[in-house]
C-alpha cells in the first residue's frame, strides 16, 4: 500500500488503536517533558547511484552540503566538519519501486531558519518537492536523480500532544487542534524566518541523518530486530503495516517502517540505486557491546560489528 493511500484510508475509516502502539491520556503528557540524549545518532549514510557527477550536483546545489573529498568512483559530502551522505556509483540502473529497502533517509534541520533555507533553496532552483506536516515534524519531500526519495525535516514535538483514532486516525497538538497524520505544510510560515531568499552557502554544522524510513519485507520482525538493537516503540499499527520506533530523545520517530509495497517482498537488485549501507554510531562502548551480544551473526571487523536487519538493509555499528 503506498503511503498516500495509507494516509487516505486511515483518515477515512474509525478504528481504535491499543495503548501498546500509541501512548495516551497521562502517558502521552509525559512523553515529551524531558530532552534526553539519544543512545546512539546516524553516521554517513551510503547509497549507490548510476551517475557520480549528477549525485554531486544533486547533494551540493539542491541539498546544500559540502563535497568534502571525492575518488574515481565515490564522492563525500556533509557539512563543514562531518560527512552526512556517500555516494558509490555502483548502480547500473534507478531506484526501482515495488521492493523491499529504502522508501526514504531524513536529513534534519537544527533550527527553523536552517529548514526554512533547505525549502528556499529548493525553490531557488526550481527543484519539485512535496510539503508535507506530520505535526510530530515539518518535512518536505524529493527525489535524487535515481529516484530515491530525501527528506528534510524540522523536529517539532513540542507541537504534538496525542494520537486519537475515533472516526479516522487524528494527531492532536498542544493546542487541541486535530490534524491528518500527513497535513499540507504552511510553507509561507516555514519562509517568513528568512530575512531574503539568497540561500547560498552549506547546510548548518548541526545538520543530521535524523530517520530512516523502510519498505520491509515482515513488519513484525524488523519492528523486533530494531528493539533488539536498543529502540523504544513508539507507534504500533500492524492493521494498516507500520511501525516505528524511537531512543530517548522527545523525537521518537527514528526508524519507521512499513509494508505498503505489499508483504514478503523482496529487496530490489544490487544492480538498481539504493542504501548501500548506514553507520549507528552508540554513544558508549558498553552500551554497544551490551546490544552486540544478542546478535551472535553479526561480523566484526576492527571496532565495527555488520549486519543485516531482516529485509536485509545492511547496517555498521560503532561507537564513539
Not at 547511484?49 to 550536483?57: D, F, H, P, Y
Not at 518535512?139 to 529516484?147: I, K, Q
Not at 514478503?264 to 549507528?280: D, I, M, Q, R, V
Request: glycine share 6%.
Amino acid at each position: 500500500m503506498k503511503r498516500k493511500q495509507f494516509i487516505k484510508n486511515i483518515i477515512g475509516m474509525s478504528i481504535v488503536a491499543s495503548t501498546k502502539g500509541f501512548p495516551f491520556d497521562t502517558q502521552m503528557e509525559n512523553l515529551f517533558t524531558n530532552d534526553t540524549v539519544d543512545f546512539a545518532s546516524f553516521g554517513a549514510v551510503h547509497l549507490n547511484n548510476t551517475k557520480l557527477e549528477k549525485s554531486i550536483s544533486f547533494w551540493t546545489t539542491i541539498a546544500g552540503l559540502k563535497l568534502r573529498n571525492t575518488t574515481e568512483n565515490t564522492a563525500e559530502l556533509g557539512t563543514e566538519d562531518k560527512t552526512l551522505i556517500v555516494v558509490h556509483q555502483k548502480a547500473n540502473k534507478p531506484f526501482m519501486n515495488g521492493y523491499s529497502g529504502l522508501y526514504h533517509v531524513a536529513i534534519h534541520a537544527p533550527n527553523k531558519k536552517e529548514f526554512s533555507r533547505m525549502v528556499q533553496r529548493l525553490i531557488n532552483n526550481n527543484y519539485q518537492f512535496s510539503p508535507t506536516d506530520h505535526t510530530m515534524s515539518k518535512s518536505v519531500y524529493l527525489a535524487d536523480p535515481d529516484g530515491i526519495t530525501i527528506e528534510f525535516t524540522l523536529e517539532t514535538p513540542e507541537r504534538y500532544k496525542r494520537i486519537l483514532t475515533e472516526n479516522g486516525l487524528w494527531v492532536e497538538d498542544t493546542n487541541g487542534k486535530l490534524h491528518s497524520p500527513s497535513d499540507v505544510l504552511d510553507l509561507d510560515l516555514v519562509l517568513s524566518e528568512l530575512d531574503n531568499k539568497n540561500v547560498e552557502g552549506i547546510v548548518h554544522q548541526d545538520t543530521k541523518i535524523g530517520h530512516f524510513h523502510f519498505y520491509v519485507s515482515n513488519l513484525e520482525t524488523t519492528n523486533e530486530f530494531y528493539k533488539q538493537l536498543g529502540f523504544s516503540q513508539f507507534n504500533h499499527i500492524p492493521q494498516f503495516n507500520y511501525a516505528d520506533v524511537g531512543m530517548e530523545s522527545n523525537f521518537k520517530h527514528r526508524i519507521a517502517m512499513n509494508t505498503w509495497h505489499g508483504k514478503n517482498k523482496p529487496t530490489a537488485s544490487k544492480e538498481n540505486a539504493g542504501l548501500y549501507y548506514f553507520n549507528l554510531v552508540f554513544q558508549s562502548k558498553e552500551k554497544l557491546e551490551s546490544v552486540i551480544t544478542k546478535f551472535p551473526n553479526a561480523k566484526k571487523e576492527n571496532d565495527s560489528f555488520w549486519l543485516n536487519d531482516p529485509t536485509g538493509n545492511l547496517i555498521c555499528l560503532k561507537s564513539v
